[in-house]
């Protein structure tokens, strides 16, 4: 079955809120990554984030090995954030699982 | 100005025939892969390759081959092209082992096999 499934598979936001993102996997792992990707576009690292809690701005990331769990967290939601977020697990730095995806939208 | 030159970025190819995928990485990784996103499924991980040497392949069929000329160069081969070939092709890249794993991609190439 899947071994990486993340949830909500969509989302839509007013401008401003903020949402919680959530990856869980079914495999150990030790590399972790969160994506951001444009309809058609490429991805874009958002965190690399294998344990722990990690923030960067608007963003935090926390991913608990043990419960094979990792979450990504936006705070104060802007329009320009809409697009799909990704999560990918592996092993010494080779992503072979990524889940489907969370669509996120945030409107005026 | 992007970093990992994929080309070309649109293709179309009939049924049966051959295209080759570019992919040109200037962050001086050492490793190297190939994804495959479609329609339906999440983005599937086909190859890896460290210092030009092959490191784990989970694409079934040998219709796809990859091809590393030089150490920043990691080209996709895709023989006898089925209409399920249709996909965006990313190719990425990374430092090796022993660093913070991240991963770089580039813009895709979009293959349409009719």
């Known amino acids: 079955g899947q071994q990486v499934q993340q949830s909500p598979t969509s989302l839509v936001l007013q401008e401003g809120e903020n949402a919680e993102l959530q990856c869980n996997f079914s495999t150990s792992l030790n590399s972790m990554q969160w994506f951001y990707q444009r309809p058609g576009g490429s991805l874009i690292s958002v965190f690399y984030n294998p344990s722990g809690t990690k923030q960067s701005g608007r963003l935090t990331s926390t991913t608990v090995i043990k419960e094979r769990r990792s979450s990504l967290h936006i705070s104060s939601s802007q329009i320009t954030d809409s697009g799909t977020y990704l999560c990918?697990?592996?092993?010494?730095?080779?992503?072979?699982?990524f889940g489907t995806g969370t669509k996120l939208q945030v409107v005026p | 100005d992007p970093k990992i030159i994929q080309k070309p970025k649109y293709l179309v190819a009939v049924t049966g025939s051959e295209k080759i995928l570019i992919c040109e990485q200037y962050?001086?990784?050492?490793?190297m892969y190939w994804y495959r996103q479609s329609a339906k499924k999440p983005l599937e991980f086909m190859f890896s390759?460290?210092?030009?040497?092959?490191?784990d392949n989970q694409t079934a069929s040998s219709r796809f081959q990859p091809q590393s000329s030089k150490k920043n160069h990691l080209d996709l081969q895709i023989t006898a092209l089925k209409p399920d070939d249709s996909a965006t092709y990313f190719c990425?890249?990374?430092?090796?082992?022993?660093?913070?794993?991240?991963?770089?991609f580039g813009e895709g190439s979009k293959l349409t096999v009719l």
């Open positions: 390759y460290s210092y030009q040497k092959l490191m």
């Open positions: 990425a890249s990374s430092q090796e082992k022993g660093n913070t794993g991240q991963l770089y």
């Open positions: 962050l001086g990784h050492n490793a």
């Open positions: 990918a697990i592996g092993n010494s730095g080779t992503y072979q699982r």
